[in-house]
């Protein structure tokens, strides 16, 4: 059997023993090892014979002892059998050691450990540290989110304050984790933040030597490491003149404003000086801006000091670079010096502002000298303004003064023999009407007037008749008498008669129309008569020979047109 023993000369089964670390299974045939973690020291058979070790302890199987019980990692033996590590301290391994401290740039803040935490990267903690805390970062760093980071430059770390600081004005550090800031050299500091280096301070650049000194005509306003700016051109500092750059300043001059622009010129950036234009002038050193010219003067040239008066008459024109004469007045006559406006002379005008000529008044107008306006050009008597011209009085109307006034119109029954009429005198009756007590009235029945006048009308020609509601303005107007017709018996220029019509003819109308043939079965009596009863059988026709010229047919007798009455 196995793992068993029994007494010499032993009689029965049941004096095999199961040996110390083993336990009885039940069966004779062997026994089972004592588990890990218990021990038996007895030689025995009992369901009870494993022991189990102390707490935080551990047994290989088939122990024999208690002392086969060792401490597990992270407990050290003791007088009640196995205590936990405490903080700062650990044990690896199981067994009867003790508990360890935990070593230089480690750390262990936990009971039962069994191995120390590292400190942060280049960091360090003394021996037998228990917390994190006691980890502190290397001269230079400072912990930043669970990482001791050296300080950046522009930044040191004084081993004191556990944070970064920054280098003072004057001092730099130019690589991370440094303990102290380096000085700047003379003429120069650390203006630019963080303090990573040093710049010549304004007024100085930086050569081969170290910051040196600016020139005289050059400056420099900015720290920094640049080299000094020249003086604009066109320019000048302390009242002097330089005669390659036409500016100046001081050595070690630190502001552009050193470099003073001249008269004339005005900044333009910080290297130029920039002319002033037309219509604009600087009188004083180092404008910012250009003035305008004043009203009333001007500038025809560029970098200009001052601006010139302009002439008499005049003003200053919208870009302020020349001067324009002024409503009425003409520009200067090429040559004259000094210029001055021209008056606009009679009868002529200029309405606006500038270096056009006058302009002549419409025909048939006036007006005085320097006139500014078309409506100073005034209408000659008889005319009248519109559309931009004198307009003549029409037929009916009349104007005697000058003006641009409306004509004046005569009265309903009289009119002007002529337009352009200058007076009322010229008002006088129509043909057809003469005066009656200041009024125009219509010619009386067999009355004519052909004429424009205040005359009386006329009485008709013989045998002859008119009515006054026919306005008879002419002598043809009064119609012949019925029997007679307006057939002259003498050659033109004679007057037109009414004559009697000749036997055989005969007309029962007035009118100025022919005497007509008579019937065949009549004839007139007389001359001027009605109708007789003709001779039987005989035609008679009593009418003398005429001529065409003597009939003037359908042309003018006595120098008067030939109208035909109904």
Not at 66 to 85: L, R
Not at 474 to 496: I, K, M, N, T
Request: proline content about 7%.
């Amino acid at each position: 059997m196995h793992f068993m023993q029994s007494p010499p000369a032993s009689g029965v089964q049941s004096a095999c023993l199961c040996n110390q670390g083993y336990h009885f299974s039940g069966s004779y045939v062997t026994c089972m090892a004592c588990g890990a973690g218990t021990y038996k020291g007895t030689v025995s058979n009992g369901p009870d014979d494993c022991q189990a070790c102390t707490s935080h302890s551990l047994s290989p199987e088939a122990s024999v002892a208690p002392s086969d019980c060792a401490c597990n990692a992270g407990f050290t033996p003791d007088e009640q059998g196995c205590a936990a590590c405490e903080p700062g301290l650990f044990k690896e391994q199981p067994g009867g050691a003790g508990c360890e401290s935990c070593a230089e740039g480690k750390f262990n803040p936990h009971l039962k450990a069994t191995k120390c935490l590292d400190c942060y990267d280049n960091s360090a903690s003394p021996e037998g540290s228990d917390a994190q805390t006691d980890c502190v970062c290397d001269p230079g760093r400072v912990l930043l989110d669970e990482d001791c980071r050296g300080c950046a430059e522009g930044k040191f770390d004084n081993g004191e304050t556990e944070q970064c600081l920054d280098c003072a004005g004057g001092t730099y550090t130019n690589k991370p984790g440094l303990t102290v800031c380096a000085a700047c050299g003379p003429d120069s500091a650390s203006h630019d933040s963080p303090h990573v280096a040093c710049q010549c301070n304004a007024g100085f650049a930086l050569e081969a030597a170290g910051c040196v000194v600016c020139a005289a005509d050059t400056y420099k306003d900015v720290h920094g490491n640049q080299r000094c700016t020249p003086c604009q051109t066109n320019s000048q500092s302390n009242s002097q003149t330089n005669s390659q750059s036409n500016s100046q300043s001081p050595a070690g001059a630190t502001e552009q404003e050193h470099c003073q622009c001249n008269q004339g010129y005005r900044q333009e950036g910080d290297s130029v000086c920039a002319a002033c234009g037309m219509g604009e002038y600087s009188d004083a050193l180092d404008s910012a801006e250009c003035s305008a010219c004043e009203p009333g003067t001007f500038n025809d040239e560029e970098a200009q000091t001052e601006c010139a008066p302009c002439w008499a008459d005049s003003q200053s024109n919208a870009e302020l670079t020349g001067c324009d004469c002024l409503q009425g007045f003409a520009p200067p006559v090429p040559g004259s010096d000094p210029p001055w406006c021209q008056e606009c002379g009679a009868n002529s005008f200029k309405s606006i502002v500038g270096n056009e000529q006058c302009d002549a008044c419409p025909p048939d107008s006036v007006s005085e000298p320097v006139s500014s306006a078309l409506a100073q050009c005034l209408c000659n008597p008889g005319f009248f303004f519109e559309d931009g011209a004198c307009q003549a009085c029409e037929r009916g109307f009349h104007k005697g003064w000058t003006g641009n006034d409306a004509c004046t119109p005569c009265s309903a029954t009289s009119t002007t023999e002529f337009p352009q009429s200058t007076g009322p005198e010229a008002c006088v009756c129509r043909p057809a009407y003469e005066p009656t007590d200041a009024v125009c009235v219509a010619c009386r029945a067999d009355t004519y007037k052909a004429e424009f006048s205040n005359e009386a009308c006329s009485p008709c020609r013989a045998n002859s008749s008119s009515l006054a509601e026919n306005l008879a303005d002419e002598q043809y107007d009064c119609l012949c008498d019925p029997g007679f017709d307006d057939h002259p018996r003498v050659v033109a220029p004679a007057p037109c008669e009414c004559e009697p019509c000749v036997p055989g003819r005969h007309k029962d109308t007035l009118s100025n129309g022919e005497c007509a043939a008579c019937g065949t079965a009549a004839l007139t009596s007389a001359r001027g008569g009605g109708d007789v009863p003709a001779v039987q059988g005989a035609l008679v026709d009593a009418r003398p020979e005429r001529t065409d010229a003597l009939r003037l047919r359908g042309g003018l007798c006595a120098g008067a047109r030939r109208r035909v009455s109904l």
